[in-house]
C-alpha cells in the first residue's frame, strides 16, 4: 500500500498544515501498512472555504449534469472494486468475499440510486397560491466511521451530491484507506475543484472543527452515541441541521410458528457479519422459552462454523476485529456476561490465534434481557440468546431497548409477522429474511439517531424547503 500522506481540497492532492501523520494499521497482522495526515484545524477550514465558494456554483449546475458527474463516478468504483475489496479486507479485517461482495459493491449501489434518482423528473408541488421547492442546503461535513468505511462515506455524499450541495469527508482514521480510493475516483471523474473534499485526522480535532464551522450547514455523522451527542451539541452553537445514525442492538423475534434452524442460521450470520462489527446486526436472539435449548444448540453448530483466520484466505468466514481497542473492548462485554450469569455456550475470551485483533465467534444462552450484554451495543461477534414467554412478551423484550435501528421477526404466517413489525419500535425490520433494499429509507428510532439515509428519503435531509408565492 502506497502512503495516503496528503488531503485533498479544491479539486488537489495537498498537504496538511501539519506533518504529523497516523498510522493504519492491518488488524490481521498487526503491522502498519500505511500513514496518512493527522489533519487539523486549519485543514478543515481551507476545506470548508474551498467547499463554500464551489456551492453556488455547483448549486445551479443542472439535474442532468450532476447525473453525469456520479455516473462517471460509478464507473470508476466499478472500475476499482476488487482492489477495494481487498483494500477493506486489509483495513478492516473483513473476510475478502464479503468486502467484496458487500464492501465494494454497496458503494456503487449508493451512487446509482441518486443517477437514476436525477434522471426522474424534479419533484415541485402546489399548495394554493404557493409553489413549494427544494434547494441544496449548502455546504455538508459527513463525519464517517470505520466499520462499513466507504459505504458509510458514499451513502452522504452521492444524495448531498445529487440534491447539489458541496461536501467535506472526515473518514475514520482508523481504516481510512478506501476513502482515498474514492476520491481517486472522484478527481478522475471530474468534479469541479472544491465539490468534493477530504480531510483525515482524529474525532476532537478535525470531527470538533466541521460541527462548530460556521460555514458548514449541516453534519452528517455515523458513530457512536457518545460522539454523535457530542456533534450534536457542537452543531447547535450555530443552529446546523444534523442527521445521526448511532447504531443499534437489535433484535430477532423467531415466533413459536417459524422455521427455527432456517430463523437461527440466518440469524447467527446475520449477527456475526464483519464480525459483529455492523450496526444493524441481530445481536439478541428471542425464542420461545420452550424451544430454548433446541435454537442454542443450533446456534452453537452455526456459530462454530465460523472460520476465523486471515481476511484474505477465502475459507475465512471470521477476520479480526479492526483494532487492539475493540478486541478488548469486545473481551470486556463477554467477560461481563459470563459474570452477570448468562451461560457460555461457545467462545470466549481466549484468543483463536497467536496475532491479529481476533475474538472467537461467541455465544451466550438464557440471557436476561436487562443484562448489560442485551443492552449494550458490544460491536463483536457475541449474540445473546434471550428466551419469552409469549408474543407480548416477546415485543416487550424487543422493544426494551434504547436503541432503534433494525429488527427481524420470523413465522409461518407471514400476515403475523407483519403485524408484528409494525409493533417494533425501530427504522427498519425484516419479515422472515426479507432482503436488505438501498432504495428505502434507512435510520433509527430513540438513540439509534436522527434522519434517514438511503434512497429519495436521504435527498431531502440534503434540501431546503422554499414556498414562492404566486
Not at 448549486?59 to 449534469?65: D, S
Not at 483525515?200 to 460541527?211: D, H, I, N, R, S
Not at 430477532?252 to 446475520?270: C, E, F, M, Q
Not at 428466551?387 to 423484550?397: G, S
Request: glycine residues 10%; aromatic residues 6%; negative net charge.
Amino acid at each position: 500500500m502506497a502512503e495516503r500522506d496528503v488531503l485533498y481540497l479544491g479539486g488537489e492532492w495537498v498537504r496538511s498544515d501539519s506533518e504529523a501523520t497516523i498510522p493504519v494499521e492491518n488488524p490481521a497482522t498487526e503491522q502498519v501498512q500505511a500513514h496518512i495526515p493527522e489533519g487539523t484545524a486549519a485543514d478543515v477550514d481551507r476545506a470548508v472555504r474551498v467547499a463554500r465558494e464551489a456551492f453556488p456554483a455547483w448549486a445551479e449546475t443542472t439535474r442532468a449534469e450532476r447525473a453525469e458527474l456520479l455516473r462517471k463516478l460509478l464507473d470508476g468504483l466499478a472500475k476499482r472494486a476488487n482492489e477495494i475489496g481487498e483494500t477493506i479486507a486489509k483495513d478492516v479485517g473483513t473476510p475478502l468475499r464479503i468486502a467484496t461482495r458487500i464492501q465494494a459493491a454497496l458503494p456503487q449501489t449508493d451512487v446509482k440510486t441518486y443517477v437514476d434518482l436525477l434522471g426522474q423528473d424534479e419533484p415541485e408541488e402546489k399548495v394554493g397560491n404557493s409553489l413549494i421547492v427544494r434547494e441544496p442546503a449548502g455546504v455538508v461535513a459527513a463525519i464517517t466511521p470505520w466499520n462499513y468505511p466507504l459505504h458509510q462515506i458514499t451513502c452522504k455524499i452521492a444524495p448531498a451530491l445529487a440534491a447539489g450541495c458541496t461536501v467535506v469527508v472526515k473518514p475514520s482514521e482508523v481504516a481510512p484507506l478506501s476513502a482515498y480510493q474514492l476520491f481517486d475516483a472522484i478527481h478522475d471523474a471530474g468534479f469541479p475543484p472544491g465539490v468534493v473534499n477530504l480531510v483525515t485526522g482524529y474525532g476532537p480535532v478535525v470531527g470538533e472543527a466541521l460541527a462548530t464551522h460556521p460555514e458548514v450547514d449541516i453534519v452528517s455523522f455515523t458513530g457512536s452515541v457518545r460522539a454523535g451527542t457530542r456533534v450534536a451539541e457542537l452543531a447547535a452553537r450555530t443552529v446546523k441541521r444534523v442527521t445521526l445514525e448511532l447504531g443499534g442492538k437489535s433484535a430477532n423475534v423467531i415466533l413459536d410458528d417459524a422455521d427455527l434452524a432456517t430463523a437461527v442460521k440466518v440469524g447467527v450470520s446475520n449477527a456475526f457479519l464483519n464480525g459483529g462489527q455492523t450496526c444493524t446486526a441481530w445481536t439478541r436472539m428471542l425464542v420461545p422459552r420452550e424451544k430454548h435449548d433446541e435454537a442454542v444448540a443450533l446456534a452453537k453448530t452455526f456459530a462454530e462454523g465460523f472460520t476465523t483466520g486471515d481476511p484474505l484466505d477465502p475459507k475465512t468466514k471470521l477476520g479480526p476485529l479492526v483494532s487492539a481497542a475493540q478486541r478488548d473492548r469486545v473481551r470486556g462485554y463477554i467477560e461481563k456476561g459470563i459474570a452477570e450469569g448468562a451461560t457460555l455456550v461457545t467462545g470466549g475470551t481466549e484468543a483463536p490465534a497467536d496475532t491479529g485483533y481476533f475474538v472467537a465467534p461467541t455465544v451466550f444462552a438464557g440471557v436476561d434481557p436487562d443484562s448489560t450484554i442485551a443492552q449494550e451495543e458490544i460491536f463483536g461477534p457475541v449474540l445473546s440468546i434471550i428466551p419469552f414467554d409469549d408474543e407480548e412478551d416477546a415485543l416487550r423484550i424487543a422493544n426494551n431497548s434504547r436503541y432503534g435501528l433494525h429488527g427481524a421477526v420470523w413465522s409461518a404466517d407471514q400476515d403475523r409477522a407483519l403485524v408484528f413489525a409494525r409493533k417494533v419500535r425501530t427504522g427498519q425490520i425484516d419479515v422472515n429474511g426479507g432482503a436488505f433494499n438501498p432504495l428505502a429509507p434507512f435510520g433509527g428510532y430513540k438513540q439509534s439517531g436522527l434522519g434517514r439515509e438511503m434512497g429519495r428519503a436521504a435527498l431531502d435531509e440534503f434540501t431546503e424547503l422554499k414556498s414562492i408565492q404566486l
